[in-house]
């Protein structure tokens, strides 16, 4: 897998950090709360799933 070095992604929907968006928690950031809620919901889930979008434009 290739991700940026330098920014962060959205270990949800594979969004990459925009400043002054988003939330960082658990040392991840995420495009919104629903993004981390999917993550605290699913930790323990290795596979990253690509149904839907959550906030994709
Ligand atoms: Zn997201």
């Not at 950031?29 to 994709?56: P, V």
Request: proline share 2%; aromatic share 8%; hydrophobic share 20%.
């Amino acid at each position: 897998m290739v991700f940026g070095l330098f920014k962060k992604t959205d270990p949800i929907c594979g969004m990459k950090e925009e400043k002054g968006k988003g939330i960082t928690k658990h040392g991840q950031w995420f495009c919104n709360e629903s993004c981390l809620r999917k993550y605290e919901a699913g930790e323990e889930k290795d596979e990253k799933k690509h149904e839907g979008s959550c906030c994709c434009h």
